[in-house]
């Protein structure tokens, strides 16, 4: 008989522990398909994009955040730091002549002015000046 006064007490345990276990993992299916939308691949897999992200502003670490959104998006960043240049206007500098790449960039930051600045001993396609109109998206942490 006392076995009795614990089947209801388990078997109510076990409907909260599947319960919960449903609801964690479509909320955690729902944060993935957020992530996977928001961090759209825009340079197609063939090409590769060398890109150098420069900070024009003086809030700190911002080129290093812009650098983890423009690689979720296909672009292959060799180099991000600051500069002494500051701008109000994200600034997308095309330095290898390929006017389509400036604007595949200038479309994963969201807005960027689009500058022809042509230098071939950078060795990079594109120099990205990250303004401070620039918005980092929302998602999860990266240390």
Do not use: C, Y
């Not at 080129?63 to 998006?73: E, G, I, Q, V, Y």
């Not at 730091?81 to 701008?87: I, V």
């Not at 006017?99 to 807005?111: F, H, N, Y």
């Amino acid at each position: 008989m006392t076995w009795r006064r614990w089947v209801v007490p388990a078997i109510v345990l076990v409907f909260l522990a599947v319960g919960t276990w449903l609801a964690l993992s479509t909320s955690r299916a729902a944060l993935d398909a957020r992530t996977a939308a928001r961090a759209r691949r825009v340079v197609p897999d063939s090409v590769r994009i060398k890109v150098e992200v420069l900070n024009a502003t003086d809030t700190r670490g911002l080129a290093r955040r812009a650098m983890f959104s423009l690689r979720d998006a296909g672009f292959d960043v060799v180099s991000f730091g600051n500069t002494t240049e500051r701008a109000d206007t994200s600034i997308v500098r095309d330095r290898s002549g390929h006017a389509q790449w400036a604007a595949l960039a200038a479309k994963a930051l969201g807005a960027a002015r689009i500058e022809q600045k042509p230098d071939s001993s950078h060795f990079l396609d594109l120099t990205i000046l990250v303004g401070r109109s620039w918005v980092p998206p929302r998602g999860p942490f990266r240390p």
